[in-house]
């Protein structure tokens, strides 16, 4: 069954700790996202990447950061940093423009918490 | 850099009336316009899109038009459904680097 897997579903963070999110697909895409959505902000590009190894900063990557070692994984880490991180962050994934597809497919979703 | 908005922010219809959406956009290298529907609790998933090189799109009862030349494009949903309840988001990008730029939304409520 191909999909994107996001995990947890919720998570809770006290201030001042670092908490990472889980993104994986086996879509066999090369780019991934990762997107925060907020009430009446819409989807707010956070970090992305077009390929293993390399990845670039978003609108809001302050406060954030991932890695990409693998194709099929994109993990993002909210550090103590990021000043309002409670939100509901989004990943996806998508193929390349070349390979003539663009649909990028998302995620259930991380809600996180800061208690 | 891109900037999308989204009108209206709520959209509340009769069963089987017409619904429309519009959105702006401001790069004029964007040439990709998906829309996608998120359903409550759910994750957003693509129900249209339109590529710069047409001027509108239909599938059943929804179609997409596009005006590059004001850079504007809107969501049309004819004979609504109470099952259209979600939120949907338009979004611009470039299909030669695949950095979409999201608009805000808009609630659809539609009423039996």
């Known amino acids: 069954d191909g999909g994107i897997t996001q995990s947890p579903k919720y998570l809770f963070r006290k201030e001042g700790q670092n908490v990472t999110l889980s993104c994986e697909q086996n879509?066999?895409?090369?780019?991934m996202y990762w997107y925060r959505q907020d009430p009446g902000q819409g989807l707010r590009l956070i970090y992305y990447?077009?390929?293993?190894?390399?990845?670039q900063k978003g609108d809001i990557a302050e406060g954030y950061s991932v890695s990409r070692e693998k194709k099929e994984s994109f993990p993002l880490t909210v550090t103590s940093a990021q000043k309002n991180p409670t939100a509901f962050y989004l990943c996806?994934?998508?193929?390349?423009?070349?390979?003539?597809?663009?649909?990028?497919?998302f995620g259930q979703g991380t809600r996180l918490t800061v208690v | 850099g891109e900037n999308v908005e989204q009108h209206p922010s709520t959209l509340s219809v009769q069963e089987g009336d017409s619904a429309v959406i519009k959105c702006t956009y401001s790069?004029?290298?964007?040439?990709?316009f998906p829309w996608y529907k998120q359903e409550l609790g759910k994750r957003p998933q693509l129900i249209i899109d339109?590529?710069?090189?047409?001027g509108e799109k239909k599938d059943q009862r929804i179609a997409v038009t596009l005006n590059k030349t004001a850079k504007h494009f809107s969501l049309h949903i004819t004979e609504t459904q109470p099952e259209d309840s979600a939120v949907y988001f338009c979004?611009?990008?470039?299909?030669?680097?695949?950095?979409?730029?999201f608009g805000t939304g808009t609630r659809l409520l539609v009423s039996p």
């Open positions: 996806a994934s998508s193929d390349l423009a070349g390979q003539g597809k663009t649909e990028a497919f």
């Open positions: 790069d004029s290298a964007s040439n990709y």
């Open positions: 979004a611009a990008g470039n299909t030669g680097f695949q950095k979409l730029v």
């Open positions: 990447s077009q390929i293993v190894n390399d990845f």
């Open positions: 879509l066999n895409h090369d780019a």
């Open positions: 339109i590529r710069s090189n047409v």
